[in-house]
């Protein structure tokens, strides 16, 4: 399968997912002088979460 831009492209795997039941994030993007040359589109689950989330007033947790 092709698409004639980036922007196609991701709209049809941002639709794609949310038909079948995933969300999806940007991962990687690789660039040049000319513009970008990959971009990789992953269900939003996959790998390790760098949010850091409050659990009390004074205490963290980073997942």
């Known amino acids: 399968m092709s ?3 980036l922007e196609d492209a991701e709209n049809f795997y941002y639709r794609y997912a ?4 995933f969300s999806v994030r940007k991962s ?10 990959r971009r990789s589109l992953v269900c939003s689950k996959q790998g390790k979460s760098n949010a850091i989330i409050p659990t009390s007033s004074n ?3 980073k997942k």
């Open 3 to 5: 698409f004639k831009t």
């Open 18 to 21: 949310g038909r079948t039941g």
């Open 28 to 37: 990687t993007t690789s660039s040049n002088s000319q513009g970008i040359t």
């Open 59 to 61: 205490s963290f947790i």
